[in-house]
């Protein structure tokens, strides 16, 4: 009889074992920039429920994608490794130990991902990497409309890759963000109580096609009157292009105004479930705003990013700067983190570390857990980029390559072999090049890069994914044979 109750209590103790851990909600947003947020500093952008998120959360400033385009950034996240392939990869070769989703699937957690994917199809598809909820995550890197009929672009062609399942539950007069938040909602709510969930919403949004509810724009065009932009220039001259120094476009921010909406509804979900002391939850973006045009022609600039430099595409902070908030009640003291370095591939490692006490080896990627809480400071960390895939036609940018060592920040355009040094702490728009005032500091910061380089330029990275003569992946590596 002792036995037997003996192994009951056991039995019970796992249950509640497993329903202590915690949820865990990462909402991803598409373009959006450091500054596209009112607490954060946009004028016009007015973003209530995200400010108080951020208040309720360690906020980082000093946060990074770790690539300033949609796909490499959202490979670095979800494989905790450098991008330096610069493509989507071949998630499917990841081996399962390396894999972050299925940690948690082993875990014991349901796991949902919903929106943007764009990290390739077949054995690279999110089911196949461990989702076990998907919605409206396929090959597209875009919607082509945010209102119903989604995958018809408003000059009426079809879009480039349909985003599966929105047209065919959609209605005339719906809204993208709001049903895959809808989707999200519905994958909490009918969660088992006893299972703890990972669930992903990465939002199209704010991506192009700039397209927000009439009802807001109306609303930002009435407000833009009161806002006065000084001497400020519409646009300067910057890269092979444009920089755009407004944020005066009325439908752009309707989109982020709508974003705000959606994150303020599903944190209203976690509160009436009373799940919201036992979640954690990120929020951030895959790389800076549409700021800046290249030498094919004058596009529609969405935003800016100043105070930053530049913005999506390019490595100046405009382009790799993001917003970071992470919220877990009674665990973390909410504060702002002004000085530690952290990028996009460390969020996985995090909270792998901070739900299951899980560390996987091998990874680019850092826990900064303990950062979180407070008991280390990362002011002094190194991290690194590598843009080889410019596109001066479209954004502006040049191939490139960067260190950040603590203050100091490095780039190396290595077409024209030119190098930019800027203190970051004394100089967050890099206004200020001091390559010629610090030559000691460019020599140790340019062997920093080489040495970064040399160890990771190397084919078993570069050539992931890529098909060798006969079409067929080996390996992740070229068949030389």
């Avoid at 950040?404 to 090049?433: A, P, T, W």
Wanted: some cysteine; hydrophobic content about 30%; overall charge positive.
């Amino acid at each position: 009889m002792k036995t037997i109750t003996f192994l009951l209590a056991f039995c019970l103790s796992l249950v509640s074992f497993s329903q202590d851990k915690p949820n865990i909600l990462i909402i991803h947003t598409d373009d959006l920039g450091y500054h596209d947020l009112s607490i954060t500093g946009s004028q016009l952008y007015n973003t209530d429920n995200i400010d108080q998120l951020a208040k309720e959360s360690v906020n980082f400033t000093n946060a990074y994608s770790s690539y300033p385009r949609c796909t490499p950034s959202r490979y670095g996240m979800i494989t905790g490794m450098y991008p330096v392939n610069e493509n989507k990869g071949n998630l499917g070769a990841i081996p399962e130990d390396k894999n972050m989703i299925k940690q948690f699937v082993n875990a014991g957690y349901n796991t949902s991902y919903v929106g943007k994917w764009h990290l390739g199809k077949g054995k690279s598809n999110p089911d196949k990497f461990g989702f076990m909820h998907i919605y409206a995550a396929g090959q597209a890197g875009g919607i082509g409309s945010r209102f119903y009929p989604f995958n018809t672009q408003k000059n009426g062609k079809p879009a480039k890759y349909n985003v599966p399942n929105v047209e065919e539950e959609g209605k005339e007069g719906d809204y993208a963000s709001d049903m895959l938040t809808d989707a999200t909602i519905d994958f909490i709510k009918n969660n088992p109580k006893d299972k703890p969930f990972l669930a992903v919403l990465a939002y199209y949004a704010v991506h192009t096609p700039i397209e927000a509810k009439p009802e807001d724009e109306a609303r930002n065009i009435k407000e833009l009157k009161s806002i006065n932009f000084g001497e400020t220039q519409e646009y300067i001259k910057e890269g092979e292009g444009r920089r755009k120094m407004r944020q005066d476009d009325a439908a752009y921010a309707g989109m982020v105004e709508n974003v705000d909406e959606n994150v303020g509804r599903l944190l209203q979900v976690l509160k009436n479930m009373g799940i919201d002391d036992n979640t954690i939850i990120v929020f951030s973006s895959d790389h800076g705003g549409l700021s800046n045009d290249g030498f094919k022609g004058e596009r529609h600039l969405a935003t800016t990013n100043l105070p930053l430099k530049a913005g999506k595409g390019h490595l100046y902070e405009g382009g790799i700067r993001v917003p970071l908030f992470v919220k877990w009640n009674d665990h973390l003291k909410p504060h702002s983190d002004k000085e530690s370095i952290v990028l996009g591939m460390d969020v996985f490692p995090t909270l792998l570390e901070l739900a299951i006490n899980k560390k996987v080896d091998g990874l680019d990627g850092q826990s900064y857990a303990s950062v979180l809480k407070e008991k280390e400071n990362w002011k002094d960390r190194t991290v690194f980029w590598h843009s080889r895939k410019a596109r001066p036609h479209s954004t502006g940018d040049s191939k490139a390559s960067v260190v950040r060592s603590g203050d100091y920040k490095l780039i190396h355009f290595f077409e024209k072999d030119k190098v930019e040094l800027y203190n970051l702490k004394e100089d967050v728009g890099e206004e200020n090049d001091l390559s010629i005032k610090e030559p000691i500091k460019i020599k140790r910061m340019l062997q920093l890069l080489k040495d970064w380089k040399k160890e990771m330029l190397v084919p078993e990275r570069l050539n992931v994914g890529k098909k060798n003569k006969g079409g067929k992946k080996r390996n992740g590596k070229k068949n030389k044979n």
